[in-house]
T-cell receptor, first 112, second 113 residues
């Protein structure tokens, strides 16, 4: 079945450091890929998405490229801020776009 | 624009009681999804509903759990005879059409004593 694997956290960085959170997936067909962010005590917010191979999703300085050949959708940001501290979830939509399959989440901690 | 609304935000129940979780989708959205997040885990799909219809309940436990999305009013996730293992955050999401981006509510955190 479909699955998403994310790097384990927590990821601890200093402000202005470069961020990469790895995400790989297993899926049949051609899923859409998503990154969601969850701030403490809140629900999930869509951060970015990509719907086909080689698409790049970007938002708020974050970006991720849909790589079909490596089945990956790694999240990157050039310079993180303390306010980026949150849990980041990689997800895919299954064929038929009915349900999202999530990774286990990666906690990011950014210190001043 | 109001996003997805869920209530209550926090719910405490004793073992054996019933829990009712409500979800009002984004105005104009007719597709609702429920997910469960156990502590320190990712979200797991439970059920997908359109107005008055259950489309996919493959992630829903076979017993004690039920969901509805009536023609009028919010979607309801109902858990009968709760047990400690039901303690989790339950998130609702909605979309305009099938295949469209899902927008999430703030969740209901259920604690079973």
């Amino acid at each position: 079945g479909n699955s998403v694997t994310q790097m384990e956290g927590p990821v601890t960085l200093s402000e202005e450091a470069f961020l990469t959170i790895n995400c790989t997936y297993t899926a049949t067909g051609y899923p859409s890929l998503f990154w969601y962010v969850q701030y403490p005590g809140e629900g999930l917010q869509l951060l970015l998405k990509a719907t086909k191979a080689d698409d790049k999703g970007s938002n708020k300085g974050f970006e991720a490229t849909y790589r079909k050949e490596t089945t990956s959708f790694h999240l990157e940001k050039g310079s993180v801020q303390v306010s980026d501290s949150a849990v980041y979830f990689c997800a895919l939509s299954d064929t038929g776009f009915q349900k999202l399959v999530f990774g286990t989440g990666t906690r990011l901690l950014v210190s001043p | 624009n109001a996003g997805v609304m869920q209530n209550p935000r926090h719910l405490v129940r004793r073992r054996g009681q019933e829990a009712r979780l409500r979800c009002s989708p984004v105005k104009g959205h007719s597709h609702v999804y429920w997910y469960r997040q156990l502590p320190e885990e990712g979200l797991k799909f439970m059920v997908y509903l359109q107005k008055e219809n259950i489309i996919d309940e493959s992630g829903m436990p076979k017993e004690r759990f039920s969901a509805e999305f009536p023609k009028e009013g919010p979607s309801i996730l109902r858990i009968q005879q709760v047990v400690r293992g039901d303690s989790a955050a339950y998130f609702c999401a909605s979309s305009y059409t099938q295949g469209d981006t899902q927008y999430f509510g703030p969740g209901t955190r259920l604690t079973v004593l």
